[in-house]
T-cell receptor, first 112, second 116 residues
Framework: EDQVTQSPEALRLQEGESSSLNCSYT??????LFWYRQDPGKGPEFLFT???AGEEKEKERLKATLTKKESFLHITAPKPEDSATYLC?????????????FGKGTLLTVNP | ETGVTQTPRHLVMGMTNKKSLKCEQH?????MYWYKQSAKKPLELMFV???????ENNSVPSRFSPECPNSSHLFLHLHTLQPEDSALYLC???????????????FGEGSRLTVL
């Protein structure tokens, strides 16, 4: 059974204090590792998809990386507007085209 | 309107009521989804429709009844719910083409349901 575990559950940073969020996973065959951002009271917003180990993607202060067992979301010099819950999800190459398995998320708070 | 639109944003209902959630997508996608999001739990996939045909039903109780009249509209009919059904219900859409699609989901803002 596919599993996605995100850590930490919550992270509090000072503005400008860089850090990383972790997403560890088990899957028979990976067909995409996804990162979403979710603001309170809103639906998740797509950030990145990674497909193979060694792949990296960047967007503003965020960089996502992937290994065979985990993915990291690195946040460089965060700002208060980066505060949100970050969700990780995967799609199994041997499973349904439609199903993503999600983690519980990491709640990030960036204080000014 | 653009993206995925859900109504109502908030709904309070008693256990004997019947209500419906509505979702509309303006992205031209062929697949639509209902997800349930409860506190401290991962998003749970409930139903998937592809071109109006239901392709996934993840053991959802019959008190939740989906309806997909066309590829742009999706409903979730609610009947005789329990307090533990209180959650954020998210609609999403995607373009599924088989081996070459990205798998990216576009979510609506959700309907916050409270069952008394």
């Amino acid at each position: 059974e596919d599993q996605v575990t995100q850590s930490p559950e919550a992270l509090r940073l000072q503005e400008g204090e860089s850090s990383s969020l972790n997403c560890s996973y088990t899957v028979s065959g990976l067909r995409g590792l996804f990162w979403y951002r979710q603001d309170p009271g809103k639906g998740p917003e797509f950030l990145f998809t990674l497909y193979s180990a060694g792949e990296e993607k960047e967007k503003e202060r965020l960089k996502a990386t992937l290994t065979k067992k985990e993915s990291f979301l690195h946040i460089t010099a965060p700002k208060p507007e980066d505060s949100a819950t970050y969700l990780c999800a995967l799609r199994d190459s041997g499973g349904s085209n439609y199903k993503l398995t999600f983690g519980k998320g990491t709640l990030l708070t960036v204080n000014p | 309107e653009t993206g995925v639109t859900q109504t109502p944003r908030h709904l309070v209902m008693g256990m004997t009521n019947k209500k419906s959630l509505k979702c509309e997508q303006h992205l031209g996608h062929n697949a639509m989804y209902w997800y349930k999001q409860s506190a401290k739990k991962p998003l749970e996939l409930m139903f998937v429709y592809n071109f109006k045909e239901q392709t996934e039903n993840n053991s959802v109780p019959s008190r939740f009844s989906p309806e997909c009249p066309n590829s742009s509209h999706l409903f979730l009919h609610l009947h005789t719910l329990q307090p533990e059904d209180s959650a954020l219900y998210l609609c999403a859409s995607s373009q599924v083409t088989g081996s070459s699609d990205t798998g990216e989901l576009f979510f609506g803002e959700g309907s916050r349901l409270t069952v008394l």
